[in-house]
Every structure is written in C-alpha cells, then in structure tokens.
C-alpha cells in the first residue's frame, strides 16, 4: 500500500510562487508515474501534470510555461513548482500515484490547499 503525503500548499499573492511537495512510502516509488491534481471549490478534479518513470512529463494547457514538475527516485518524493500563479490556481491539490501499465492512478494523497489572492 502506498502512501503519499503532500505539503507546501498556502496562501499567495497572484504572480508568485509556490512550490508542493509529496512524500511517498510503503511501494516501489521508481516503478509509478506520479502526478497531480487540483479540485476547485464547486468543481470537479482535474489532471495538472504528471511524470512518468523515465522523467517525462506532461502538462495541463493552462498551466503549461508556469508549472514544473520533478522527482526524486532516491527520495520518493514529487514536486510541483508552480510560478506565475493566478486566482484561478486556487485549489486543493493532490499528489497521485499509478502504477505502470494502468489507466487509473491508484493511490491518492489527502490534498493541500493553495489559495492565490488577486
């Protein structure tokens, strides 16, 4: 069973930077394409950027330029870099982790609130 925690979520003004961290245990954390995603108030949960074992990537269109994600095999953890934040970034996000092969992430972080004043 995989385990996934996430932190550095928190309040920003728009145009600034945060950047979220999730820490996974308990799997083979080398062996999973982990990605990320955010749920807005009243709306439903959408994909933001993933990283696959290889260290590809791929991006939501309204974040692509701004976020970037990375990861650390020898640490098991996943970032989200996130720049140039705007009011529409407010969410929760969560760090997600699918196992090679599958179409649907497995595992699901607890989420991480980030909230970017205007």
């Known amino acids: 069973q995989v385990q996934l925690v996430e932190s550095g979520g928190g309040l920003v003004q728009a145009g600034g930077s945060l950047r979220l961290s999730c820490a996974a245990s308990?799997?083979?954390?080398?062996?999973?394409?982990m990605g990320w995603f955010r749920q807005a108030p009243g709306k439903e949960r959408e994909f933001v950027a993933n990283?696959?074992?290889?260290?590809?990537?791929s991006y939501a269109d309204s974040v692509k330029g701004r976020f970037t994600i990375s990861r650390d095999n020898a640490k098991n953890t996943v970032d989200l870099q996130m720049n140039s934040l705007k009011p529409e970034d407010t969410a929760v996000y969560f760090c997600?982790?699918?196992?090679?092969?599958?179409?649907?992430?497995?595992?699901w972080g607890q989420g991480t609130q980030v909230t970017v004043s205007s």
């Open positions: 997600a982790a699918r196992i090679v092969g599958k179409l649907n992430y497995d595992y």
């Open positions: 308990g799997g083979t954390f080398s062996g999973y394409t």
């Open positions: 990283i696959r074992r290889s260290g590809g990537s």
